[in-house]
């Protein structure tokens, strides 16, 4: 399959998902090789026989959902984010939680990788904040809908690669195992992974603080980032915080949610 085919039938097919071809762009070459793949495999010479094939073929369907995830994600990503987010943001919920009767945090990882972000939080609580917040506990749910990836987060083995963003101090919250970083017990319990496709579940919570970055904000469509954030807003307490990724911002349509501080990606739930 030419690049250029690719490239009309991904803009042509992703609106019609309730994605968007802007979000894409950047990754384009992954998807169209995993797209070529997949039609050498069926004996199909170009994607107008693939369309077909979507639509004769429910379960074409998911394996299309599959090639389209884009699976990157690393320890620490957007540092300035996390160190945020130890130093202010987590403190001020902490305080508020303690001010209002409660002994518990609750934090959503909604598109959780293979477990880079819910583990960060969960390194930055228990070695920077939960000395200074006895007491206090945090609980950290982590969702995606790609189950290779859900199984790879709850082994909590990585690449060193993975993990060269990360400060020192929560470096050293890493176990040696057959010259791999693994995460110890304490840590992996400290999460907990479900398989939910956001567009068509979410948890309840109430969470203090929602981390959903890289995803509805980046591949979604306008409408869909809109209808996304809506639910966002009703899952998180008032006052609690939602971060994007870090070139991500809500739409200006999405009411309820003040930026908390300019240049960063993060947002209250004002209402
Ligand atoms: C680019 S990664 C972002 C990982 C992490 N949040 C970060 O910023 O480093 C996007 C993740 O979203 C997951 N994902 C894609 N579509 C999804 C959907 N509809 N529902 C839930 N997760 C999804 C992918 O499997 C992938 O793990």
Redesign the pocket.
Same mark, same amino acid.
């Given at each position: 399959m030419r690049r250029a085919d690719c490239v009309a039938f991904l803009r042509h097919l992703l609106p019609r998902l309730g994605l968007c071809w802007a979000g894409y762009r950047r990754v384009h070459r992954t998807v169209c090789k995993r797209l070529a793949r997949r039609l050498r495999e069926l004996g199909l010479a170009d994607p107008a026989g693939y369309a077909r094939r979507l639509d004769e073929d429910p379960g074409e369907r998911e394996r299309l959902?599959a090639m389209?995830?884009?699976?990157?994600?690393?320890f620490w990503?957007?540092a300035s984010v996390w160190e945020w987010l130890g130093e202010i943001g987590l403190p001020g919920l902490a305080q508020a939680a303690r001010a209002s009767g409660r002994n518990r945090l609750s934090a959503w990882?909604? &598109?959780?990788?293979?477990g880079?972000?819910p583990y960060g939080l969960a390194l930055l609580w228990h070695r920077r904040l939960a000395p200074r917040f006895p007491g206090t506990a945090l609980d950290i749910l982590a969702?995606?809908?790609?189950p290779v990836?859900l199984a790879r987060a709850r082994e909590a083995r990585y690449a060193p690669s993975s993990l060269r963003a990360l400060p020192a101090d929560l470096r050293r919250g890493f176990l040696e195992e057959e010259g791999r970083p693994r995460l110890p017990p304490a840590i992996r319990a400290a999460v907990r992974f479900r398989r939910?496709?956001?567009?068509?579940a979410m948890p309840e919570g109430p969470f203090d603080l929602l981390?959903?970055?890289?995803?509805v904000f980046?591949?979604f469509a306008q409408d869909l980032r809109c209808e996304m954030a809506a639910r966002f807003r009703r899952r998180l307490r008032v006052g609690g915080l939602m971060v994007l &990724?870090a070139k991500e911002r809500l739409p200006d349509r999405v009411e309820g949610f003040v930026p908390v501080t300019a240049g960063l990606p993060v947002y209250r739930r004002r209402s």
């Open positions: 959902e389209l995830r884009i699976p990157i994600s690393r990503r957007d990882s909604c &598109g959780c990788a293979a880079e972000e969702t995606d809908a790609d990836l939910q496709d956001v567009r068509a981390l959903c970055r890289n995803l980046t591949y &990724g």
